[in-house]
């Protein structure tokens, strides 16, 4: 229902309940000016506050939410609370002044006020957050918690001396009235708590921000009006502000949980609570310790208590400080953390058991809604992953770095913003263990191509042996017999068997010098390593190729066979590409022993594009140098063009042996 203003805009119903809530309250202040100080409502009445925080509070979020019911029915309680703290005053106001309505207004002054206090205690807590139920079993709760208003005014309408009065405000005491209406009202409390509770369990790491922001301040406020009426330290003003922080935490946790910590404000409250307690006993126990030493000199004794007590202030509050953090977040020191990670990483069995564990653990320390860690190559793909929970829309992210090149990648979701000292910590423990798990699947997929390329391998000389040379070889002892036979009879049709012979077994020695050849290159046996290399720069210079410079550094004469042959394919698989692809001028080859051998091939081209993923070529170059235990990289050179580098180890077999 909206009304319209003068200038055709429209005014939402729940503004206007607002506006009159207040303006009731107000128009109730103003009318007891007009009576005697007896029978005036008092000014610090809690309906009063109730009234202005409530309805103004939940018509904001009706506002920033429409058809919010928790929003209606903050809206609601909040303009009953305003009538009845205007009945308060306008039926003792009307009664003197003999003015008609005395007695409703002076009926609805006994018992409006159950509206908003069982409607804020045992409604919302059964709707809250979403405005729906946790379970359609609370239904029924929810009709008698509507019901509960309306019993306790057939009660005190019947019998209006059931309530008390308490510094002027009315009481209805459970231990006084009918046990009927006490047992329905607080076994509907109780099961409207146990709802809360369900609804704690079951929700997402969201939902329970929203509840705790709710159940901190109600708590909070019930234990400051408890004290209140029961002790005189605690004044009328912080009982109507604890009552006020309620509907404001309730607004945080609908529209703005995610910018707060309620676990910080716990926290805090906790830690000075406790505070307060300890260095409140230490003083009174040494001041009464030091009047009896020093009998007399109570300044003395204050001065000894207040020295001891400063004392105990900084190291009591980080105690309790941690154990706090402890009680409500678990263990939060970083290196402990980490300390559990590595522990629980020992036990075990392979690296896709360990990131599933490592999520588990970084789950569990972050407090995040889900965790995934990612395994990336060398050439930033993805490769493996582990995930334990639910990321949600927008995850954190954390790069994980190995020795200054990137290994993978930890994403969370998180409600809040984690602490940056652990995160860090977490995230160099999991970029080793990424890093380790990046090596054991290079290594099995290295061992996986092995095996298929040596099964090819056999594969295609079985099939070179048995289609190419085994027929060769066949049709050769045929020629050789008919040779024979000819030889007797005709010696010139001989002649002509044995010059086809000798033609076949040439193309043969050639079949079989390329099968030697794809086996090992007979350049290496013929000129040795650098000779070979050399030999493969003036291949490439030939016509338009780059000019190609070979350097050598060391003695390449005994190295072992494996180093060779990997060593001389991936110079020739580098300066093939130089030729097709870099558009270089030059290349520079260089192979230095010291201790490996390091194989460099450097050119001026054009170098390697930004987008560019690893093709056959340069998959194969790796290979080769991960199959005897060395390693292959392809980058930009520093002064422009490309740079492969590679290590092969020679097991110390390069060092030419003593004279």
């Not at 046990?179 to 329905?184: A, F, H």
């Not at 400051?224 to 006020?244: C, H, K, M, N």
């Not at 809040?416 to 860090?424: I, N, T």
Request: hydrophobic content about 45%; glycine content about 10%; aromatic content about 6%.
């Amino acid at each position: 229902m909206e009304s319209v203003d003068r200038e055709g805009r429209s005014v939402p119903w729940a503004l206007i309940l607002a506006l009159g809530a207040v303006l009731a309250v107000f128009g109730s202040l103003l009318a007891g000016l007009w009576l005697p100080a007896p029978r005036r409502m008092v000014w610090w009445h809690p309906e009063i506050v109730t009234a202005l925080f409530f309805a103004p509070v939940g018509a904001l979020l009706l506002r920033y939410r429409p058809g919010l019911r928790v929003g209606q029915v903050m809206l609601f309680c909040g303009f009953s609370a305003s009538v009845y703290v205007l009945s308060l005053n306008l039926g003792p106001l009307f009664e003197t002044r003999g003015w008609p309505g005395a007695g409703l207004w002076n009926w609805l002054g006994v018992w409006l006020w159950a509206v908003d206090t069982f409607g804020l205690t045992l409604i919302l807590p059964l709707i809250f957050p979403d405005g729906r139920l946790v379970s359609s079993l609370f239904r029924p709760v929810l009709a008698v918690a509507c019901a509960v208003p309306l019993i306790v005014c057939v009660h005190l309408t019947i019998d209006p001396g059931a309530r008390r009065f308490h510094n002027g405000v009315s009481v209805y005491p459970f231990q006084d009235i009918p046990p009927p209406i006490s047992v329905v009202i607080l076994g509907t409390l109780a099961l409207s708590i146990w709802s809360m509770v369900l609804r704690f369990v079951r929700a997402t790491p969201d939902v329970r921000r929203q509840i705790g922001w709710v159940v901190y301040p109600g708590v909070f406020a019930q234990t400051i009006i408890y004290v209140g009426e029961t002790t005189p330290t605690v004044g009328d003003p912080l009982r109507s502000l604890a009552i006020a922080a309620v509907p404001v935490c309730i607004a945080i946790a609908i529209t703005r949980y995610r910018l707060y910590d309620i676990d910080l404000v716990v926290s805090r409250t906790l830690v000075y609570a406790g505070l307060v307690v300890v260095i409140t006993g230490v003083y009174f126990a040494l001041v009464a310790l030091a009047s009896g030493v020093f009998a007399g000199q109570g300044t003395l004794a204050g001065l000894i208590g207040a020295i001891a007590a400063g004392a105990v202030f900084e190291p009591a509050r980080r105690r309790l400080q941690r154990a706090t953090d402890r009680l409500i977040h678990g263990e939060r020191d970083p290196y402990r953390i980490a300390d559990r990670l590595n522990r629980r990483l020992q036990t075990t069995s392979d690296p896709s058991a360990a990131l599933a564990t490592a999520a588990s653990v970084v789950r569990e320390a972050l407090r995040a809604t889900g965790v995934l860690i990612e395994v990336l190559d060398k050439d930033g793909r993805v490769t493996a992953t582990s995930e334990d929970g639910t990321l949600g829309e927008r995850p954190q992210l954390i790069p994980l770095v190995w020795h200054g090149e990137p290994v993978g990648r930890l994403l969370f979701g998180v409600t809040r913003r984690p602490d940056p000292r652990l995160a860090s910590v977490l995230a160099r423990n999991l970029a080793e263990l990424t890093s380790a798990a990046r090596l054991t699947a290079e290594v099995q997929r290295s061992k996986e191509r092995i095996l298929r390329t040596r099964e090819e391998e056999r594969r295609r000389l079985r099939r070179d042996l048995h289609d190419g040379l085994g027929p060769t070889l066949a049709s050769l002892a045929m020629t050789v017999d008919a040779a024979r036979i000819t030889l007797k009879t005709d010696p010139e049709a001989a002649d002509e068997l044995l010059e086809e012979l000798r033609t076949t077994m040439g193309r043969t020695i050639g079949d079989i010098r390329e099968l030697v050849y794809g086996l090992r290159p007979p350049a290496l046996d013929d000129l040795g390593l650098a000779g070979a290399i050399r030999a493969l720069g003036g291949v490439v210079a030939t016509e338009d190729g780059p000019e190609v410079d070979v350097q050598v550094e060391g003695n390449l004469d005994n190295l072992p066979a494996a180093a060779e042959v990997a060593a001389y394919r991936i110079v020739q698989e580098a300066l093939t590409n130089v030729y097709r692809h870099a558009k270089a001028g030059s290349a520079v080859v260089r192979l230095s022993l010291n201790g490996d051998l390091h194989v460099t091939v450097r050119d001026d081209g054009i170098g390697v594009p930004p987008d560019a993923r690893s093709g056959v070529g340069m998959s194969s170059m790796r290979e080769r140098a991960t199959e005897i235990g060395g390693s292959c990289t392809v980058a930009p050179a520093p002064e422009g063009g490309t740079l492969v580098k590679a290590r092969l180890p020679v097991n110390g077999t390069g060092t030419p042996p003593p004279n």
